[in-house]
């Protein structure tokens, strides 16, 4: 885990020194001579070895400081901090939301195995997989908000709203919440459903609930007694795995809908070329992945005992 | 095979052909209409699927965006494929320490979200169609790393591997002549569906303007300019990603069809 923020952050950082010129060629003007262009960058600490640098960029970034943005001059980490709230809303709603679903289809696919529901199903989610997540957002926009013109097809808050009160605030925000949100979930719901299915049929031919039928339990019980959560172990490290992708996704998704979170900000870091801005968003969505993974194996440890760490 | 499978086969088939022999058709993906230009058109007699925002054929773009959509998703594919296998082979057959290394590597390549890094090296690189290939074919080589790495670890063990060893032959051989072909299957499903997920890399990145650069058409970058349209004229969106999702769709039906057909014993 360690290591791997390490790693993360050498790597954010050797992307950063990458990037086409240097902080100098940012704040001076151009009648400042060579020679005093030389002393800032030993002032800024930019003659030293790269090694060097990283390590102080480094000890900067555990205390929290990614440095100031280029375009607006504030800190990254409140700017990253003031987007996160928007980011954690979108994708954990989209996370749990995509359990609850994921585990009643994939379970009716792989009961009825071949049935018309499975084909519906095993169908929807080839679809989904191939469905680019932006072109289904984009398509989700042309028909509710302006087809139909039931949803607003971006931002977070109405504007008339600001001095409403909290619960007239909260269901303006679900409300723009709910293109991303649908978006966000067909495009994980198919994957991993498709792999539940796998998980339950797997399960489904053990001998344990060939002996669980032979002693007369109730199908029903079957399902949700020993197929449900047996088959859902697997899916806990798949969103494990899964996670990057999830959030890498949400990032368009976000910035498609002028959502306020994380990922805007990324993605407009990147139009603006603000790499402060980038290397943070960078850096703090690797460790949410981080972090996710890591819960993802501690639940994976609770539900099922037989894992040892 | 299956029926699906069939169909995806011929439908690629037929997609591939066209892609290689368009150039010598009289066709022009970038012939405009100055009267258009702002004005999309919907379907009609001279442009069976409207046209975009320069008045240019959706239809005939939208072949040519096949062409470069489909180059993309080979190549990059291509590039990922042989880093992926070049690295598990490695990585399988090395001293543990090496494994431990490379695989932590692996690890931290995965943890960051691929269409960031990608978009982060393409504003480094300024975008054209090399960085593109190699973008994508660089962000995505960890998943054939693993599977890869997975079966060398199992088929380095087996019989035929310690025999090959026992007769002196050199490990070079034994990882290329031995253990690869063995490999082969996994590798070309695995492939096939990494083509997929390569076509869609790039829509996004074209889509957000950092990938395949006007006047070349692809499927990504024709979906670019929709979205000032949104109102004016769906078929800018709807055409661009219908021919995406058929594609990527077929693609899965495909490799999924292989890999039955190469692990017959695993339930469908």
Request: charged share 10%; with cysteine; aromatic share 10%.
């Amino acid at each position: 885990m360690v290591p791997l923020l390490l790693g993360i952050t050498f790597l954010s950082f050797l992307l950063m020194k990458a990037t086409p010129g240097d902080p100098t060629q940012m704040f001076t003007d151009p009648t400042i001579g060579a020679k005093d262009l030389i002393q800032l960058k030993k002032n800024l600490g930019l003659d030293q070895p790269m090694l060097v640098q990283y390590l102080k960029w480094l000890q900067n970034v555990v205390q929290g400081n990614f440095g100031y943005s280029f375009v607006t001059g504030q800190p990254v980490m409140s700017m990253i901090l003031d987007r996160l709230p928007a980011t954690l809303l979108l994708s954990i709603s989209s996370l749990c939301l995509t359990l609850i679903i994921t585990l009643p289809m994939g379970l009716i696919s792989a009961y009825k195995a071949d049935g018309f529901w499975d084909h519906v199903i095993t169908f929807t989610s080839f679809i989904g997989m191939a469905l680019p997540t932006f072109w289904l957002g984009l398509m989700l926009m042309l028909l509710f908000s302006i087809g139909l013109n039931w949803m607003p097809s971006s931002g977070f808050l109405s504007p008339h709203l600001l001095t409403a009160s909290f619960f007239q605030k909260s269901l303006d925000i679900l409300h723009h919440m709910v293109l991303p949100l649908i978006t966000l979930l067909i495009g994980s719901l198919a994957g991993l459903t498709r792999y539940y299915r796998f998980g339950v049929l797997h399960v489904l031919s053990q001998d344990y609930i060939k002996a669980a039928r032979a002693r007369g339990i109730s199908e029903g019980k079957i399902l949700y007694k020993h197929a449900l959560k047996n088959a859902a172990l697997p899916i806990l490290t798949l969103l494990g795995l899964q996670l990057p992708e999830l959030i890498g996704g949400a990032f368009v998704i976000e910035y498609l809908f002028a959502w306020p979170g994380m990922g805007k900000l990324g993605v407009d870091a990147v139009f603006a070329r603000d790499y402060p801005v980038l290397m943070g968003t960078l850096v703090m969505s690797s460790v949410l992945i981080l972090l996710g993974s890591l819960l993802a194996d501690l639940a994976y440890q609770w539900a099922d005992p037989r894992i040892q760490s | 095979m299956t029926f699906k499978a069939w169909v995806s086969a011929w439908f690629l088939g037929i997609l591939v052909l066209v892609a290689l022999f368009l150039p010598y058709t009289s066709l022009d993906p970038n012939q405009f209409d100055p009267s258009c230009i702002g004005q999309p058109q919907s379907p009609g007699a001279s442009a069976w699927l409207g046209t975009d925002d320069f008045g240019r054929s959706l239809a005939v773009r939208s072949l040519f965006g096949a062409r470069i959509s489909l180059f993309v998703g080979f190549v990059s594919v291509f590039i990922s494929s042989t880093t992926g296998t070049l690295v598990g082979l490695m990585s399988g057959y090395a001293p543990r320490w090496v494994d431990d290394v490379v695989m932590r590597c692996v690890d931290l390549m995965m943890a960051i979200p691929s269409i960031f890094l990608m978009l982060t090296l393409q504003v480094i690189f300024k975008p054209s169609m090399v960085t593109i290939v190699a973008v994508i074919g660089f962000s995505s080589w960890m998943g054939t790393a693993r599977l890869v790495r997975a079966q060398v670890l199992s088929l380095k063990s087996q019989l035929f591997v310690v025999a090959a060893k026992a007769r002196g032959i050199s490990s070079y051989k034994i990882l290329f002549k031995h253990i690869l072909p063995h490999t082969l299957p996994t590798l070309v499903v695995s492939s096939l569906l990494g083509i997929g997920s390569a076509i869609l890399s790039e829509s996004v990145l074209s889509f957000l303007g950092l990938g395949v650069q006007p006047p070349h058409a692809s499927w990504g970058n024709m979906l670019e300019n929709s979205l000032n349209y949104l109102r004016e004229s769906p078929f800018m969106i709807i055409v661009p990603g219908a021919w995406i999702i058929l594609t990527v769709v077929a693609l899965n039906f495909l490799g999924d069809a292989l890999r039955s057909m190469f692990n017959p014993k695993e339930n469908r």
